[in-house]
């Protein structure tokens, strides 16, 4: 599911994008018919846990062995078209950096038919460990989300 | 907001039910333009929340400070008539049973403008420690509990 | 995806179950590290609409070209086990009744990889058109139906 | 609930903030054991329709009795402390623009026990007929939000 752009490619789409794809459940529409704008930080959230198994690593084990948690500090989110009931979805994740204290992870949701882009966003995190304090990505976890910014 | 029902009253609006309001939220509406089917459970919570807190107890402090745990073992609902954004929803909770390991709770949703029942539903709990292991209520929640369902 | 049962099978699963899997989403858990009990209520809707789509047709057009609605009147469900971030996630739903007016749709929730059933249960439904009038199921529908139960 | 600041107030805070409280639902959490970072924007929904209320008209009936909707462009969120179960939030919500054909809103959120900031954020909107064609807030409309940003 990773897709590499080629090398000589300058925009940020240069470096690893990881895809995952998924139906719009009813539960996510509203009354205007369409997919409610909160939804769209949880579908980045599947993109992240899905890049992270792509990069060869599970968060979950990263909570559960290591006790550190990838804690969201900012999010945005640009809408540019609806999503609909049903629609398939694919997220496009990337890591746009990958710092000793901070992770900047890009998002790009496009509906499968048609490609079309219905929306783009970004997250920045930082690494906290059980008892919330701040504290560095540990060398193992660098190596896995360096390999994500290589590219770039 | 404890509404205390006449003692000749049968039924089991006899015993103590619990009243709490809240507005529809958009995000809980779906293309249907109605209150998605699931939510109704979120605000089943949220009249337990309020239950215990008009008992005397935080569930909050219950989990962080007895390490015991109110988990779901059934859920049901009734759906009489549809939620719209932006009414104003009251949820009654009583309790219809509190024993020593099973704790029943019912609820009724109405919208409050015109006294519909939207709604009515049952939810059995089973109480567990840390390790997820079923044990019984301590005895200072039962009282707590035993003042809910002693009118019945 | 359907799973055909022998015939000679007693039980419900002797009609035809409809599957499909999913990742748990991590908005999906709860502060008590296991899957919050509204969503799966959730997880049923997706069951249904896979079962539509496996038996034929997509719910998506049955409200938009005919403007029908298969609306909630009850739901149900019984917990087993709980369901944790990123567990593969079976949902088998079969339609347990199929009539003119009702339709039950039966569901079982696993976990994929140890086969542990989750949850189980049961939503009853009624059609109704755009203005919101009980009204009966057409006959193409009906066949689309009838062919997820006519093994029982 | 408006709390007008004092004139000479120069930043943001100089304008009409509408505040609106809620306790944070179980259903909200995650198994981190804080509020979900998606969740924020269900609040700063909530916190749009008590400005649309306070300032002398509803949301809904926008959408239900001229047809106009004001769909989300842009939203995003800085996330500076944690909220917990239970809690009591409180969302204020300022108009920062109020032009023809965009909205800006910004919200803080706030815990109110011990009024940490838990939140900052901004959401842009543009305003669309039923057919999602991009329109002009009427003038009844400009009036209203008008005296959102009178202050500014």
């Known amino acids: 599911m990773i897709q ?7 925009t940020q789409t240069s470096s690893d994008w990881v895809s995952t794809t998924f139906r719009v459940r009813y ?3 509203d009354q205007m018919g ?19 198994r792509q990069h060869g690593f599970e968060y979950r ?6 006790g550190l948690y990838i804690i969201v500090a ?10 609909h009931y049903d629609d398939e979805i694919e997220v496009r994740t990337c890591l746009r950096a990958g710092r000793r204290r901070v992770l900047v992870f890009g998002y790009e949701v496009y509906r499968s038919e048609d490609h079309q882009l219905l929306a ?13 304090r701040a504290c ?9 989300f360096a390999a994500g910014v290589k590219a770039q």
């Open 4 to 10: 590499r752009m080629p090398a000589k490619e300058k």
């Open 27 to 29: 539960a996510e529409t």
């Open 34 to 52: 369409v997919v409610y704008y909160a939804n769209y930080l949880i579908w980045f959230e599947i993109g992240r846990s899905e890049f992270c």
């Open 61 to 66: 084990d990263m909570e559960q062995q290591d």
């Open 74 to 83: 900012e999010a945005s989110c640009r809408y540019k078209s609806s999503a």
């Open 120 to 132: 783009e966003g970004e997250t920045t995190h930082v690494i906290v460990d059980r008892a919330g």
């Open 136 to 144: 560095t990505l540990p060398e193992k976890y660098r190596e896995f």
